[in-house]
């Protein structure tokens, strides 16, 4: 892929790395939460529907040692550019991108049942504000090309037996991940709410449910992004220190 002002960044506080270009968009901390959140080994295979430019293939791959991860991105030029970030980590024999639409999702997602489907949607109604000019980031922040519901009964389809399925996204939209999952038999298990730091109220949420699984929600202690400054609060320098999430 050509054109446009390329940056490289460290990716959390190991080895990695992503290139990114301004002009596209650039990630943000959303997708290395939930990479770091869910419960994954090294053995199970990761589908991420609506990868961007790769952030959690890269992370689960790098940091949690998982050996299958596909992503998935509809935008050609943010796939080229994730296709970038796998071959410039050494990520080839773990991860595959690939391009295409996860409404109509092709052959190399639909050939294989995944343990974990994750994914990092869009989180708003274009109807409900002004959308941005940059049209990979409407894409990227607004359900333009794909609704919650959608990119749900998605995950679903790509499940195996007893498949799991994570998301983040923002707190008032709670009631919409829980029904939507439910109608697709997943059963939420546990939940995270996200915050800038104490004192703020929470601006993410992160789900993780079960398919066919008995009812029971866990919700796990309140995470803070940052302590009462700019700085990074421990919880968060923990997760960038080892690649999961911690709980205790």
Same mark, same amino acid.
């Given at each position: 892929?050509?054109?446009?002002?390329?940056?490289?960044?460290?990716?959390?506080?190991?080895?990695?790395?992503?290139?990114?270009?301004?002009?596209?968009?650039?990630?943000?901390?959303?997708?290395?939460?939930?990479?770091?959140?869910?419960?994954?080994?090294?053995?199970?295979?990761?589908?991420?529907?609506?990868?961007?430019?790769?952030?959690?293939?890269?992370?689960? *791959?790098?940091? +949690?040692?998982? @050996?299958?991860?596909?992503?998935?991105? $509809?935008?050609?030029?943010?796939?080229? #550019? =994730?296709?970038?970030?796998?071959?410039?980590?050494?990520?080839?024999?773990?991860?595959?991108?690939?391009?295409?639409?996860?409404?109509?999702?092709?052959?190399?997602?639909?050939?294989?049942?995944?343990?974990?489907?994750?994914?990092?949607?869009?989180?708003?109604?274009?109807?409900?504000?002004?959308?941005?000019?940059?049209?990979?980031?409407?894409?990227?922040?607004?359900?333009?090309?794909?609704?919650?519901?959608?990119?749900?009964? *998605?995950?679903? +389809?790509?499940? @195996?037996?007893?498949?799991?399925?994570? $998301?983040?996204?923002?707190?008032?939209? #709670? =009631?919409?991940?829980?029904?939507?999952?439910?109608?697709?038999?997943?059963?939420?298990?546990?939940?995270?709410?996200?915050?800038?730091?104490?004192?703020?109220?929470?601006?993410?949420?992160?789900?993780?449910?079960?398919?066919?699984?008995?009812?029971?929600?866990?919700?796990?202690?309140?995470?803070?992004?940052?302590?009462?400054?700019?700085?990074?609060?421990?919880?968060?320098?923990?997760?960038?220190?080892?690649?999961?999430?911690?709980?205790?």
């Amino acid at each position: 892929m050509t054109g446009g002002e390329r940056e490289v960044h460290r990716l959390g506080l190991g080895r990695l790395r992503l290139i990114q270009r301004p002009e596209l968009f650039k990630y943000t901390v959303d997708p290395v939460l939930l990479a770091a959140f869910i419960r994954v080994y090294p053995r199970h295979r990761v589908l991420d529907l609506g990868t961007g430019v790769g952030v959690i293939p890269l992370w689960l *791959a790098g940091y +949690r040692a998982v @050996r299958r991860v596909v992503g998935l991105e $509809l935008q050609p030029e943010v796939a080229a #550019l =994730a296709g970038e970030n796998v071959v410039l980590n050494n990520l080839e024999g773990q991860v595959k991108i690939v391009t295409g639409d996860l409404r109509c999702p092709p052959r190399e997602t639909t050939g294989e049942r995944f343990d974990w489907v994750v994914s990092n949607p869009p989180y708003l109604n274009p109807a409900g504000g002004r959308v941005t000019g940059n049209p990979y980031l409407a894409r990227a922040r607004f359900e333009i090309t794909c609704t919650l519901e959608e990119v749900i009964n *998605a995950a679903v +389809r790509s499940l @195996r037996d007893n498949g799991q399925v994570a $998301l983040v996204h923002l707190p008032e939209r #709670l =009631a919409d991940l829980i029904f939507f999952l439910r109608q697709n038999r997943v059963e939420p298990k546990r939940l995270c709410l996200i915050y800038p730091r104490p004192g703020a109220a929470p601006h993410r949420v992160l789900i993780e449910g079960r398919k066919d699984a008995r009812s029971g929600l866990r919700v796990l202690k309140p995470f803070f992004l940052h302590g009462t400054g700019e700085d990074f609060s421990p919880e968060m320098i923990e997760l960038y220190r080892t690649g999961c999430f911690p709980e205790k």
